[in-house]
RNA sequence: GCAGCCAUAGCUCAGUUGGUUAGAGCGCCUGGUUGUGGACCAGGAGGUCCUUAGUUCAAAUCUAAGUGGCUGUACCA
């Protein structure tokens, strides 16, 4: 290829028409769904200071070296970082306005990650979710969660596998954590080296290893759900059953572990099964009933999830479904007086919501008729000097052979109208 | 982070043991009809063979480094 002078960065890339119609779709679609279930846009700011993101957890490796931070101008300079994930952004937010809870937000957005990229994994990448603040109900962690399930759902998905866990909360995970470290210790000689060095930053994620040599310390390691209390339980319970009763199916995942350290209690997770393992978690979240008070705002409880944009478009392109929309082009105008006239009758059209379009540079019918049948048009609205002779258009049907005919200037856009009834 | 594979036209790719002017299909443009698209036919445009350095009389082809993409792994969405 060609080299050229600037590329986009690593990581990242342009897109273009039609796929960018077909994100935008699907965008649409989430703000619908999202929107009937009672979830308003927050739209926050694309960086935010770098303390924000610390309370992620200091040992998730999103925290210590996948962050893009960068210092402003000022005196002195404010350390700051392109957002990685939005939880922390919403909950500062909410810190920061005291909106009267339960507050239920959705958003959508580019996030950004220094990572090594590869199919399915950017540098600049899609995400939207939604984040329902100030309540621990069980049925706000139903209702998040059939929300997710149900987006995926109006795409045309349908191998979406849901995976689900507790991870308990404050009241009991330490002594689970406890317990743990101390089997993880035990068995140390047993573990990868990666592993020993995960355990003693954070035991919980060693769960998470797929390496093979740890395989077997893994599997036998005590779980999460034998600590709960009977709070936490009764909550899990309670989130279990009211899945059953709307009818999504779900795993229980007891070593379901999450790369960011605020999640407590319910965790949740997306898979598509027509990706392959290394990238297929189109999905996932869960509650972090801390987070709020960690970034200076009121104790508050909150659960929400994030949804991979462009990995939900690759397990689209897998299952074959959600193809992009239709053109919007209705009316392709073929001018070949010099242009004049497609100006005037393209923004007629325009005006009264009919998508018109047209060539420039005053070339061949031949060329232009080419132009207007790939464009999608259903049809070509045809000025030649005979027309502009008589005030009149011939319009062309583009998608079957049932011919033309001439319609006056006055009547075209009626006449396109009724068309298209 | 670590490891492997790959990079030739807008796209998908051929290109022999290093040897004239680097090819195909699709796409694009023009014409075949001085007013008509899709099918067909003819012609045309389009290339720093990723970059740099090296080996050689000679490099798309061999070597090294860099850059980018992909795959696995780690981790994550």
Not at 340 to 346: K, M
Request: aromatic share 8%; glycine share 10%; net charge negative.
């Amino acid at each position: 290829m060609a080299a050229p002078t600037f590329r986009a960065p690593k990581g990242t890339r342009d897109i273009l028409p039609p796929e960018s119609g077909r994100r935008r779709a699907a965008l649409d679609a989430f703000a619908e769904q999202a929107e009937l279930a009672g979830f308003g846009e927050i739209m926050s700011p694309i960086f935010e200071d770098l303390g924000v993101f610390k309370r992620l957890g200091e040992s998730t490796d999103v925290v210590t070296k996948e962050m893009f931070d960068f210092f402003d101008k000022g005196d002195p300079p404010q350390h700051l970082a392109l957002r990685p994930e939005l939880t922390a952004s919403v909950c500062r937010g909410f810190a920061e306005h005291r909106p009267t809870p339960p507050w239920k937000v959705w958003y959508e957005g580019p996030q950004f990650r220094y990572e090594q990229p590869q199919a399915g994994r950017y540098r600049q990448f899609h995400q939207v979710g939604v984040e329902t603040l100030g309540s621990d109900d069980p049925q706000a962690d139903i209702d998040v969660i059939a929300l997710g399930w149900n987006f995926y759902a109006s795409l045309g998905l349908r191998r979406i596998s849901l995976l689900l866990n507790s991870l308990g909360d404050p009241s009991c995970r330490p002594a689970y954590l406890e317990a743990l470290r101390r089997y993880l210790s035990d068995n140390q000689a047993s573990l990868s080296a990666q592993s020993r060095v995960t355990l003693e930053r954070n035991p919980l994620r060693v769960l998470d290893s797929k390496r093979r040599e740890d395989a077997e310390i893994v599997a036998a390691a005590p779980l999460m759900v034998d600590f709960l209390t009977d709070e936490t339980r009764d909550h899990f319970d309670a989130v279990c059953a009211g899945l059953d009763q709307l009818g999504i199916p779900y795993e229980l995942s007891p070593r379901l572990v999450r790369g960011l350290d605020y999640y407590t209690r319910t965790t949740f997770e997306f898979v598509a099964e027509a990706l392959s393992t290394a990238q297929n978690a189109v999905g996932g979240g869960g509650r972090y009933d801390g987070l709020v008070e960690d970034l200076g705002g009121p104790p508050t409880p909150g659960i929400g999830f994030a949804l991979g944009l462009d990995r939900i478009l690759l397990a689209c392109d897998a299952e074959d479904v959600f193809a992009p929309p239709a053109p919007v082009t209705k009316v392709f105008v073929v001018d070949v007086t010099g242009g004049s006239h497609a100006l005037v009758v393209c923004n007629a059209l325009r005006a009264a919501g009919i998508g018109a379009d047209r060539t420039y540079d005053g070339r061949s019918m031949k060329a232009q008729m080419k132009v207007a049948d790939r464009s999608g048009a259903l049809f070509a609205a045809i000025i030649g000097e005979d027309e502009v002779a008589s005030g009149e258009v011939t319009l062309r049907d583009l998608r079957s052979d049932t011919g033309q005919h001439r319609v006056t200037l006055d009547d075209l856009v009626s006449s396109v109208g009724r068309l298209l009834r």
